[in-house]
């Protein structure tokens, strides 16, 4: 049975497309069918696979309204819809809905790029199955996660990964905070994925962290490996 993953950030530079990304393409190297739609018209996701053509058609879009449209082939049995236009009118918004279900005979595993756009990010909680947030380890983000699990559906919510983490001493009382946070729910938290020289040559050289490269990234591998499990 199909399913639909979201990755949901309520702030930006937290390197949330970045990991949808790496989660999706590891899904498809587990011999899934998996395609990553986005609301982010910047884009980012193709650039980071290492795709610089950004002239894209028929996007998410045209999706909704047309229910139909093209793809992008990312790597094997892995598939991009862009956004190409904001200027979504509220009617065709509602049409999304039917566009998932459409899609969900296609596909694995659909993952959700999101970013806060006014009435489809209240679908898109709405049509996902699991839930995964990306977080900085500072008060804001994380004052902004227990909110959002007073008010997203709680069952929904499965993983929270910490990305771009220094070592320094207020980030981990954050991190610990965090994990106690989630200690009484089934929520899984991993370890911070930190800073690195490495994952910075891997998105200037258009790679992920599961292709074959000259950098040792199986650390950063194995914690979005570990993530999957709880996922998948």
Known sequence: MSKVILVKANKGGVGKSWLTLQLAHATALKDKQVLIITSDSQNNIPRFAGIKENNFENGLEYWITKKNGTYLELRDNL??????????????????????????????????????????????????????IPTFLDSVTTSSI???????????????????????????????????????????????????????RLIEEGNTLFDKTKYNSSKFRAIIERALEVLL
């Open 79 to 132: 598939y991009y819809i862009p956004l190409t236009t904001m200027n979504i009118p509220d009617k065709d918004i509602d049409n999304f809905r039917d566009f998932i279900k459409v899609i969900k005979k296609l596909f694995d595993y659909i993952y959700i790029d999101a970013t806060p756009v006014l009435s489809l990010d209240d679908i898109f909680l709405e049509v996902a199955d699991q839930i995964v």
């Open 146 to 200: 227990t909110n959002m699990l007073r008010k997203t559906e709680y069952s929904k919510i499965k993983a929270i990964i910490p990305n771009r983490a220094t070592r320094c001493k207020v980030e981990k009382e954050y991190y610990k905070k965090l994990v106690e946070t989630l200690v009484d729910t089934s929520i899984f938290i991993s370890c911070p994925i930190s800073q690195s020289a490495i994952i910075s």
